[in-house]
């Protein structure tokens, strides 16, 4: 954990030295008011959109970046994607999708979780870079496969050279699911769904980083060049937004990469 200008974040080891700028950010050093204290992302609840500029204006300051420029989009726990390149960077009307890719330096992408796995990805060989978001649905139909196949088709990128980075989420000792989920990542994963799908104390306890991880390996990223910043975000809430143990009333962090100009 590491906090720059107030805010708390965590980055990864494998992009320090990496020309990216990136954070996994936390829900310390915004503006927002109980229960989306402080650094609120997500307009959907009852946070003022004026403290979410706030906030996001507090990022831009602190770790230089183009609030103007930045592309979210609007997650809907699939595997579609957004390609940001010169005719979409100053995109603001947000597309259904759960992954953003571009080559663009300069123009910020990212995603906010409150629970669920953000994943970056950067090819230091193409210089592009991915923003994932991955839930239990996205993480069962391949959304990090599908990210890495669309930045090989786009951009030439060999899987070998990805540089991968997983920030925080709900991990396996709070994430109690049921028949339906496990039911859905035995057919996306068959076999080996139950390396991800523990029995403890008599419920099912999934734990999707794992999962991604092992998505990647098999994708043919080096597993030393994936790095994960484990914190479970329901253990952690006064740091980390969750959507579980807010019960559903919660803000959403911002995790956000960028290739440098």
């Known amino acids: ?15 320090e030295s990496a020309p990216v700028t990136h954070a996994f950010l936390s829900r310390r050093g915004g503006v927002s008011a109980p229960p989306f204290d402080s ?11 004026e403290q979410v500029e706030k906030n996001l204006s507090r990022v831009s300051e602190a770790f230089g970046i183009d609030a103007g420029r930045l592309v979210t989009v609007n997650q809907v726990h699939g595997n579609n994607l957004l390609l940001v390149d010169d005719k979409t960077q100053h995109l603001r009307k947000k597309v259904d999708a759960d992954a953003v890719i571009t080559m663009v330096s300069g123009a910020p992408i990212g995603i906010l979780t409150a629970d669920c796995l953000p994943v970056f990805l950067y090819d230091p060989v193409k210089r592009a870079v991915a923003a994932v978001h991955a839930g239990w649905k996205g993480s069962a139909s391949g959304v990090v496969l599908k990210t890495i196949e669309m ?7 060999r899987p070998g050279d990805l540089l991968a980075a997983l920030g925080p989420y709900i991990g396996p000792c709070c994430y109690a699911v049921g028949e339906n989920v496990a039911s859905e990542f035995e057919r996306g994963f068959g076999a080996s769904s139950v390396d991800y799908i523990q029995n403890i104390y008599g419920e099912m306890r999934l734990d999707i980083g794992m999962a991604n991880i092992s998505q990647l390996v098999g994708a043919g990223v080096h597993r030393e060049k994936i790095s994960m910043e484990a914190a479970c975000t329901s253990c952690n809430n006064g740091l980390l937004f969750s959507y579980r143990k807010d019960n559903g009333v919660t803000g959403r962090q911002l995790s956000f990469i960028m290739v440098k100009e």
């Open 151 to 157: 930045m090989r088709k786009r951009f030439s990128t």
């Open 39 to 49: 650094l609120n992302f997500d307009t959907r609840g009852a946070d003022p959109a």
């Open 1 to 15: 954990m590491k906090t720059k200008s107030g805010i708390s974040f965590f980055s990864s080891s494998l992009l």
